[in-house]
């Protein structure tokens, strides 16, 4: 419900506070005094489109502000889920300020938020009866919905939905595979080829090590051979090759190894020396024996690491990168022989998903024929009672039918949305001989006002707005029928909080709490003020209604009257 609203500098406003109740808030004041200020005021902080001149003259902007208290949990989940707004223990404060470069600043819990957010903020909290833009029934898509809540089986309604999300599941994962498929197969020859190419070789990061260090050793085999020969007869061919030379050194040392101990040890060395050099002899000697020049086969590895070199050209800069090009390349032709049967897989899954919805929809539309049948009834009887006796109400349903609608319902094409292949529109009459028309068409002020009170009492269960707003709902009515319509509003505020202008004491003596807006001209100033009023004030308020300007004691008196009645 609203608390606290909050106006500054708007219009004629100087500064006004007012603190709302649960239930009935009745509105009373001259013509003229300022009440459809309030209530524009009001439709400012809800997201109407802002103009610099409601600024109040003499001030550089005008602000509203309203602080929103016991908002139902389901609106509070959607907000949080929607709006990105920081919680405050349930307590939303909306602010708007209007300045005087024309612009509008909109803050939620001092956040600021765009003028949408707002609007669609304001839509979740308020319904304002006196100007469109908040009137949820006015509101074509919302029609359906008001149906189910009043009498389709919500776990029904529950089945649709997730079949429906089952059905934009799977259509998007087969569009998604057929558009890859379609890509994947203009490039299949492509894959193919690369993949045989690079698999032709085999090329691996071993292999081609191998074959390069095959390679330099064949390219440099005769002047490996020459160096092995050459060092060979050095150290132990030559006549005074270093072996020998080494042995003679240690011939030298023999017959001193009894002088001192250091001939010992050095002929141990040289000894050791001789030995370690026959053993590289011997291996630069069987090393050589190995070597091979085979011109062919040199030709052979060079052709090899040729295309190793082209292959890495062609899919990376390393052999690694070959290999892993390979596997993804391969991965997509394999996708590509498994995509045929995963499309085939959904599009069976798929037709069993339209055939689950179009039973469904089947169901929920039977349902809803029925419902409209006793929407229909009861809103007539509500109609009359509020002095619409020549009104009309209809519940327009039908299926939304369409030559592409992907579901085939009783072998028409319809098309479908988490709701069904349902649409509904509420149309009206209000004069005998025509036709109903569109909710959203007919006339406005009171006649408006007084079918939207009995659409609301109704669907009142089904209405999710918590603040319902009637601006003078008493036009072309009196008497019997405006205490019907006060008794009306009454009701509806035992589920909702209702703040409503009136000019009739029958229904202002229904209101919980009542507020008078007055006109006060000061200094030639004028400025609209708001104030509660205590039982003995509201009495006089009645009074006045009652028998204008002059209240006597017997106006008093029919005014206690028809308060404690």
Not at 84 to 104: A, M
Not at 109 to 124: I, K, Q, R
Not at 321 to 326: C, G, P, R
Request: proline content about 3%; some cysteine; hydrophobic content about 40%.
């Amino acid at each position: 419900m609203i608390k606290e609203l909050s106006i500054k500098n708007y219009a004629l406003i100087e500064d006004l506070h007012v603190s709302f109740g649960p239930g009935l808030n009745i509105l009373t004041g001259e013509t003229g005094a300022g009440k459809s200020i309030i209530i524009g005021a009001l439709g400012l902080l809800l997201g109407d489109r802002a103009q610099k001149e409601v600024i109040r003259q003499g001030a550089s902007t005008a602000t509203v502000e309203g602080i929103f208290q016991s908002i139902p949990k389901h609106i509070l989940d959607r907000i949080q889920s929607e709006f990105e707004i920081p919680s405050t223990d349930g307590e939303l404060i909306l602010r708007r300020e209007v300045h005087e470069n024309g612009r509008s600043r909109n803050f939620v819990n001092d956040s600021p938020v765009s003028l949408n957010s707002l609007s669609e903020l304001g839509d979740l909290l308020v319904d304002l009866h006196g100007q469109h833009d908040h009137q949820a029934l006015l509101k074509i898509n919302l029609h359906l919905d008001y149906l189910d809540r009043f009498g389709v089986d919500s776990a029904l309604l529950d089945t649709m939905e997730s079949l429906y999300r089952k059905f934009i599941h799977l259509t998007g994962e087969l569009d998604h595979l057929i558009k890859n498929e379609t890509q994947l197969k203009q490039k299949r020859e492509l894959l193919q080829f690369q993949v045989d190419e690079i698999q032709r070789l085999g090329p691996t990061i071993e292999e081609e090590a191998e074959l390069v260090l095959e390679e330099k050793l064949m390219k440099n085999s005769e002047r490996i051979f020459q160096v092995c020969q050459t060092l060979t007869s050095t150290l132990h061919e030559d006549e005074n090759a270093v072996i020998n030379i080494i042995a003679e050194m240690e011939s030298q040392l023999t017959p001193l190894l009894d002088v001192d101990t250091p001939f010992k040890d050095w002929q141990s060395e040289c000894e050791q020396a001789r030995i370690a050099l026959q053993d590289v002899v011997n291996e630069f000697q069987s090393y050589a024996a190995k070597l091979e020049f085979d011109p062919e086969r040199l030709e052979q590895v060079r052709e090899c690491l040729g295309q190793y070199a082209l292959l890495k050209k062609k899919y990376g800069g390393d052999t690694d990168q070959v290999v892993q090009f390979q596997k993804s390349a391969q991965k997509q032709l394999d996708e590509i022989g498994s995509m045929d049967s995963r499309i085939q897989e959904l599009q069976e899954e798929l037709e069993s998903n339209k055939k689950e919805i179009a039973e469904v929809a089947l169901l929920l539309d039977a349902q809803r024929k029925e419902s409209s049948k006793k929407l229909q009834s009861v809103i007539m009887e509500e109609l009359n009672k509020l002095g619409l006796l020549n009104g009309q109400f209809l519940v327009q349903l039908e299926r939304e039918t369409d030559p592409n609608g992907p579901i085939t319902i009783e072998g028409e094409n319809c098309r479908i949305s988490a709701r069904g292949a349902n649409k509904a529109e509420f149309l009206i009459s209000l004069n005998p001989g025509q036709d109903p028309r569109p909710l959203a068409k007919i006339a406005s002020g009171g006649e408006i006002s007084r079918i939207m009170l009995a659409l609301k009492t109704v669907l009142a269960e089904a209405d999710a707005i918590p603040v319902l707003i009637f601006d003078e709902i008493d036009t072309g009515i009196s008497g019997r029928i405006a205490r019907i319509v006060g008794q009306s509003l009454s009701n509806l505020a035992q589920s909702h909080q209702l703040i409503c202008i009136t000019h009739l004491p029958q229904i202002a003596s229904m209101g919980r709490l009542h507020y008078t807006v007055e006109k006060q001209s000061e200094n030639e100033v004028t400025q609209t003020l708001i104030r509660a009023l205590s039982a003995e004030d509201r009495v006089f308020e009645i009074g006045k209604l009652l028998g204008g300007e002059e209240v006597t004691d017997s106006v008093l008196q029919n005014a206690r009257e028809l308060l404690n009645s």
